[in-house]
C-alpha cells in the first residue's frame, strides 16, 4: 500500500461527526457519542470540571463492511497532547482491513475534540505564548503545540493523573458498554484487543494491571513505542510539552507524588498501577512478575531513534526477559521523530516509509488478527 496516498485520501475525506465510506478499501467510519463521569479521586481541578466538551463527546469507529454488529473490536489509544486523529487515520484503515476487526480509536480526557478549540489555536493562544516565553527565559521546547498542555502541567501538576483517572475509567465504562451488549455494532460478550501508541501505552499498562473487573483478561495489548517505566520518558518536545512543564511534571511524580497524602482519598487498584509504574525500583518484582505472565498476550515494537519513550524504559517496566521476549527493537532507514514516526515525504524516502509502516503493522495485524 502507498502510505503516503491513503494518508492523504482519508485526511481529505475524514470530518468529526461525517459518517464515511472509504474509496479503494470499503471501510466505513461511524460516530459514537458518550458521556464521561470524571471520577472522584480528591485531586479534582475544579476548572476542569467545566470543560464541557471533555464531558460530552463522540469517537469515531473504522469498520470493515457494512455488518450489522461484530464479536471483536480493536481499541487504539494515542499519545499526549493529539489535538486531532490526522496519523491515526491511516492505521486504523490498516488495522481495520488487516484483521477484519472495527477499529475504535477513543480520544483520551482533555485530549482531541475532547479540549476546546482555543487550546489549539495559534491565534487564541498568541498572548500567552509571549508571557510563557518571558517566564521560561524564551524556552526553545515552547510551542503553539504544547502551549497549552505546558501551562496546565506546570499550573497543576495533578491534571496529568486525572487526565489518566477519567481515561480509565471511561475505557472500563465502553468495554463494559461493549461486552455487555449496549452498543449498537457489537454483540454482546465482543472480544476487545487493544493497539497503544505513546502514553496510550502506560494508559494501557495501568489498565491491564488494574483490571479488578476482569475486563481485559482474555485481551491482547499491542504497544507501539510505548511501554516505559516513567521516569524514564522525556517528554520535552515541541509536540508535547515545553522544558519548564516536563521538569516540574517529572520532579512532582517522580519526588512528591505518593498517593499517600490526604487528599488521595481514591485508593484502588488503579492508583497502586499507576505508582508502579513511575520508578523501576518501585514493587519491581510484582510489576515485571505481571508482565512476564500475560505471555503471548503482550507484543510491541520501539524505535531505535526514539527519544521520548525508549526502549530502555520499556525494559525497566516489564523486565529484560519480558523485553527481549515480547518486544522488537527496530530502526528505520531514514529520518523519524517518535511523534511522527512514519512522516509524509514527496521525495525517494517515501517508499521507505511504506515498507517501515507495513512492517510495523503488519506485525501488529497479526498479533491482532
Known amino acids: 500500500m502507498s502510505y503516503n496516498l491513503r494518508y492523504n485520501v482519508l485526511l481529505e475525506m475524514f470530518a468529526p461527526d461525517k459518517e464515511i465510506v472509504v474509496p479503494d478499501s470499503g471501510v466505513r467510519v461511524r460516530f459514537y457519542p458518550f458521556h464521561s463521569e470524571m471520577p472522584h479521586n480528591g485531586y479534582l481541578d475544579k476548572n476542569d470540571l467545566q470543560i464541557r466538551e471533555n464531558k460530552e463527546f463522540t469517537y469515531p469507529v473504522f469498520s470493515p463492511d457494512s455488518t450489522d454488529r461484530y464479536n471483536n ?48 489555536n495559534p491565534r487564541f493562544l498568541k498572548p500567552l505564548l509571549d508571557i510563557r516565553k518571558k517566564q521560561t527565559d524564551n524556552d526553545r521546547s515552547l510551542s503553539f503545540a504544547n502551549l497549552a498542555l505546558s501551562e496546565r502541567i506546570c499550573e ?62 482474555d485481551s491482547k495489548l499491542f504497544m507501539f513505542c510505548g511501554g516505559s517505566i516513567f521516569s524514564s520518558m522525556l517528554g520535552e518536545s515541541r509536540s508535547i510539552m515545553d522544558k519548564t512543564a516536563f521538569e516540574k511534571l517529572y520532579q512532582f511524580y517522580k519526588n512528591e507524588f505518593s498517593g499517600e497524602d490526604e487528599n488521595a482519598s481514591f485508593k484502588d487498584e488503579a492508583l497502586d498501577a499507576f505508582l508502579n509504574m513511575i520508578s523501576p525500583e518501585r514493587n519491581t518484582e510484582k510489576r515485571e512478575t505481571f508482565f512476564n505472565k500475560m505471555g503471548n498476550r503482550l507484543k510491541g515494537i520501539s ?67
Open 73 to 120: 473490536a480493536i481499541l487504539m489509544l494515542h499519545g499526549l497532547n493529539e489535538r486531532n486523529w490526522n496519523k491515526y487515520l491511516t492505521w486504523a484503515e490498516f488495522l481495520c482491513l488487516s484483521t477484519g476487526k472495527p477499529v475504535i480509536l477513543f480520544p483520551i480526557a482533555f485530549h482531541i475534540n475532547r479540549s476546546p478549540v482555543s487550546w489549539s
Open 156 to 217: 497543576n501538576p495533578f491534571r496529568f493523573y486525572n487526565s489518566g483517572r477519567q481515561s480509565l475509567n471511561d475505557i472500563s465504562t465502553l468495554i463494559f458498554q461493549i461486552k455487555n451488549g449496549e452498543h449498537n455494532l457489537f454483540t454482546e460478550n465482543t472480544g476487545i484487543d487493544v493497539f497503544a501508541y505513546s502514553i496510550g501505552a502506560f494508559l494501557s499498562q495501568i489498565a491491564f494491571m488494574s483490571d479488578r473487573n476482569d475486563l481485559l483478561k
Open 303 to 369: 524505535l531505535l531513534n526514539d527519544k521520548v519513550i525508549p526502549y530502555s524504559g520499556v525494559v525497566c517496566a516489564i523486565g529484560k526477559k519480558c523485553a527481549t521476549d515480547r518486544i522488537q527493537l527496530l530502526d528505520f532507514p531514514y529520518r523519524y521523530e517518535h511523534e511522527q514516526p512514519f512522516p509524509v515525504l514527496s521525495d525517494n524516502n517515501c517508499e521507505l516509509v511504506n515498507r517501515s509502516f507495513s512492517k510495523v503493522f503488519n506485525t501488529a495485524a497479526s498479533f491482532l488478527a
